[in-house]
């Protein structure tokens, strides 16, 4: 999944459980939150993503365990990079599975970002794990 504020991004088959998920979270008994979210497809490497996400560019992109897949680490990084403006933040957190996999992804996307690692002091201490790691990555 891709997150900008106000769209939620997944693949075709999840996009229903991720609707769900959204009106279970936005829904009746939420009155107390603000804002809205909206579930579209995107498709990582898709040359021609919707003109919503491009015009502005999003102010933050989170991903979440979106590192997994040595195959797909080029379109990832590739729809990365269409998404960033001057003033896009991407946020991407994922549990530590391979290594091989995750250097390469580095690798890739230190070409086109500058990319740092959020500190676990930084984060709040109930999601704290050993296993799990948060990019923050800026377009150069
Ligand atoms: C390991 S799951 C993580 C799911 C969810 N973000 C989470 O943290 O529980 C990886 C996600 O990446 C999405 N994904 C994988 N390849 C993709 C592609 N080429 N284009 C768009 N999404 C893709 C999958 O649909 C899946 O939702």
Redesign the pocket.
Known sequence: ?LWTPDCLF??PR?LKLLRKNVEVNLGQGQAHLRGSATVME????DHHPHKDLLHPRPDYVLG???I??EE?VM?LVATLLQLSGSETTIFLAGELRNDTILEYFLEVAMKYFIVGRVDQTQWHPDYCSSRVVLYILVKK
Not at 42 to 45: A, P, T
């Open positions: 999944m997944f693949k999840r995107l498709e990582w490497g979440s365990d979106v997994y897949n797909a379109d």
